[in-house]
């Protein structure tokens, strides 16, 4: 199986301060024939399910703001809050598709200092 | 309204069953594959197993494999996991998923609310 390593496992950061959370594969999400990672990022807020926002590494979903960016190729990603928001606390996930056995990260814990 | 229902969780001794149920609605249930995630409380995500839209290929987590079987009836919009031998570390919400796009396994878009299982003696 694909091992998904985020960092850091929690951070804190200010109102309107940019987030960055990070995602390391074991092996390369990237399929060369379409030329797309197979990474997506979740995030989830306590008592709810997780939420879809970043799909193919970089590609907002419908209805994400656009604070929210997807970055990176191969093994390394990264997910990026611009401005961050009250809203945005929530533990946020990285998941890789490329292998038929679909793998997450740990989580990272995101709060407001 | 586009949902998904999961019931059937409850509270199991070990080596006993239970069968989950998800109840799709709001879209055309048959063209799309369909998946269940876990998740200990407080703890991670973990994929469990998933199944392509005519249930002719089905493919499990290696801590599940030989225990759990999935299956759909596209007639009755339904998603099942069958659960036989169950573990105390099998305790977790189980959640049924429904990729983005039909046709395709990856981005996972619809989430139900999820189920818990919880195995003790």
């Known amino acids: 199986d694909i091992v998904m390593t985020q960092s850091p496992d929690s951070l804190a950061v200010s109102l309107g301060e940019r987030a960055t959370i990070n995602c390391k594969s074991s092996?390369?999400?990237?399929?060369?024939?379409?030329?797309?990672?197979?990474l997506g990022w979740y995030q989830q807020k306590p008592g709810q399910p997780p939420k879809l926002l970043i799909y193919w590494a970089s590609t907002r979903e419908s209805g994400v703001p656009d604070r929210f960016s997807g970055s990176g190729s191969g093994t390394d990603f990264t997910l990026t809050i611009s401005s961050l928001q009250a809203e945005d606390v929530a533990v946020y996930y990285c998941?890789?598709?490329?292998?038929?056995?679909?793998?997450f990260g740990q989580g990272t814990r995101l709060e407001i200092k | 309204e586009v949902q998904l229902v999961e019931s059937g969780g409850g509270l199991v001794q070990p080596g006993g069953s239970l069968r989950l149920s998800c109840a799709a609605s709001?879209?055309?249930?048959?063209?799309?594959?369909m998946q269940w995630v876990r998740q200990v409380p407080g703890r991670g995500l973990v994929w469990v197993s998933r199944?392509?839209?005519?249930?002719?290929?089905?493919v499990y987590a290696d801590s599940v494999r030989g225990r759990f079987t999935v299956s759909r009836d596209n007639a009755k919009n339904t998603l099942y996991l069958q659960m036989n031998s169950l573990r105390t570390e099998d305790t977790a919400v189980y959640y049924c998923?429904?990729?983005?796009?039909?046709?395709?396994?990856?981005?996972?878009?619809?989430w139900g609310q999820g189920t818990l299982v919880t195995v003790s003696s």
């Open positions: 709001g879209f055309s249930f048959s063209d799309y594959w």
């Open positions: 998923v429904r990729p983005l796009n039909s046709g395709w396994y990856g981005e996972l878009k619809l």
């Open positions: 998941q890789q598709y490329l292998d038929a056995r679909i793998t």
């Open positions: 092996q390369s999400v990237l399929y060369r024939s379409s030329n797309k990672n197979y």
């Open positions: 199944i392509n839209s005519d249930g002719s290929h089905i």
